[in-house]
């Protein structure tokens, strides 16, 4: 007998995948922060079953094509280590789901939640009271474009600029933008940071870089190094390209615009490099790794 024959019902891959994953050590971060939530989230993707969820089909037994399906998968996860979203091809921020694959980071960005929880809105934190009234949004470093879809959707209102240097990352947005039918308001745009922008100017600018010590990337495991270099890498302190955008943005925003961007670790390094009033912000799994700053705060 073979696993194929053995494990019938899903609960069965479950189970088998989860004691493969602690077996072979597997590092996790992409979406899932355990083997169980990325044996689930795995194993409902490949089978197009709602992702958020998977005691109700536990005991759902399988057709023998979908057995081998997802024992392929599980033993691809563990030789090849690379994250589960590149296995099955989509990635999910708080419910919305984006295609991916080697050409992009896997979307996970702290700035997604704050937005999809109205985290910046009247009932929050009043940073943006009125959503209707943001006219235009800058997301720079897109990748998948999956914040600007996101950005789209909260500011109903708003045209969308989403750049991004890598020709292969913006393919890949270009399919999520078509996906979301939002052709029409999200604007993709090669190019670095502001570069391809002419002047242009936003009551909001997003960003989401790099920002990983090329020492950090050196160490990384399987499942970091499968994705592109250059969606991490940043510099000996990881905030080369913040340095850039802290910079610039000012001369591209309108009057009480703000910037809010994703730093990772780097506040102290950043606090110790500027004296401006950063608005800190924290989410369900992050502490202080995203900032918010006015216009009139910005140097320049």
């Known amino acids: 007998m073979t696993a194929l024959d053995d494990l019938l019902t899903l609960r069965d891959l479950l189970r088998y995948a989860v004691s493969r994953f602690n077996a072979a050590g597997l590092s996790f971060g992409h979406g899932t922060t355990n083997a169980?939530?990325?044996?689930?989230?795995?194993?409902?993707?490949?089978?197009?079953?709602?992702?958020?969820?998977?005691n109700p089909w536990l005991d759902a037994r399988l057709t023998r094509s979908e057995r081998a399906r997802l024992l392929d998968l599980i033993e691809a996860r563990v030789t090849t280590r690379k994250p589960a979203p590149y296995l099955v091809g989509r990635a999910y921020i708080h419910g919305l789901g984006f295609r991916v694959d080697e050409r992009v980071i896997v979307p996970r960005s702290y700035i997604g939640e704050l937005l999809m929880r109205g985290v910046l809105e009247s009932e929050g934190l009043g940073l943006v009271p009125e959503p209707e009234a943001v006219d235009r949004v800058l997301d720079l470093c897109t990748g998948s474009a999956c914040l600007a879809i996101i950005a789209a959707g909260r500011f109903p209102n708003a045209e969308v600029d989403a750049v991004e240097l890598s020709p292969d990352a913006l393919d890949v947005a270009r399919l999520n933008v078509a996906d979301y039918d939002l052709g029409d308001r999200v604007h993709l745009l090669e190019g670095d940071l502001f570069a391809p922008l002419d002047g242009q100017r936003y009551d909001l600018i997003i960003a989401n870089p790099p920002y990983v010590t090329a020492e950090e990337v050196a160490a990384f495991p399987p499942e970091y190094a499968s994705e592109p270099q250059m969606a991490h890498i940043a510099g000996n302190d990881g905030l080369d390209l913040v340095h850039r955008i802290l910079a610039q943005a000012r001369a591209h925003l309108n009057p009480g615009g703000a910037l809010l961007c994703e730093v990772g670790t780097g506040r102290e390094a950043l606090e110790a490099a500027y004296d401006l009033p950063f608005t800190w912000l924290d989410t369900e799994e992050?502490?202080?790794?995203?900032?918010?700053?006015?216009?009139?705060?910005?140097?320049?």
Do not use: N, T, Y
């Not at 992050?286 to 320049?300: H, K, N, Y």
């Open 286 to 300: 992050s502490e202080a790794e995203v900032f918010w700053i006015g216009e009139a705060d910005l140097p320049g």
């Open 36 to 54: 169980l939530d990325e044996a689930a989230f795995l194993l409902l993707e490949a089978l197009k079953l709602p992702v958020d969820d998977i």
